[in-house]
Nanobody, 127 residues
Framework: QVQLVESGGGSVEAGGSLRLSCAAS????????MGWFRQAPGKEREGVAS????????GYADSVKGRFTISTDNAKNTMYLQMNSLKPEDTAMYYC????????????????????WGQGTQVTVSS
């Protein structure tokens, strides 16, 4: 098992930046499949970004390509999501997730495939 703890959420104005962190309790999954999801009120949870093999492959939702960057620090067992040029529509609760896998994720990400989840961190972008 692995525990995931997110941090770094907050409130920013449109155009601003935030960096989310996801600390894993063990190194077991940092080189497997990890991802960031988000869920806004009244909407389904959607995949935002994924990473495999500690950074060998990354993937992004079309809505965040060019603005968000997913990465890992394998020595710290931590995954990050750098979010730039934030928009009000990025407002949501952001969750990190992990699962064992044999290769990079296919898109769109399917949250049902992920085994372990963090508690979430709120991101609010004002216009």
């Amino acid at each position: 098992q692995v525990q995931l703890v997110e941090s770094g959420g907050g409130s920013v104005e449109a155009g601003g930046s935030l960096r989310l962190s996801c600390a894993a309790s063990s190194s077991s999954y940092i080189r497997n499949c990890m991802g960031w999801f988000r869920q806004a009120p009244g909407k389904e949870r959607e995949g935002v970004a994924s990473i495999y093999g500690g950074g060998i492959y990354t993937g992004y939702a079309d809505s965040v390509k060019g603005r968000f960057t997913i990465s890992t620090d394998n020595a710290k067992n931590t995954m990050y999501l750098q979010m730039n040029s934030l928009k009000p529509e990025d407002t949501a609760m952001y969750y990190c997730a992990a699962r064992a896998c044999r290769g990079p994720e296919l898109w769109p990400l399917q949250s049902t495939k992920y085994t372990y989840w963090g508690q979430g961190t709120q991101v609010t972008v004002s216009s």
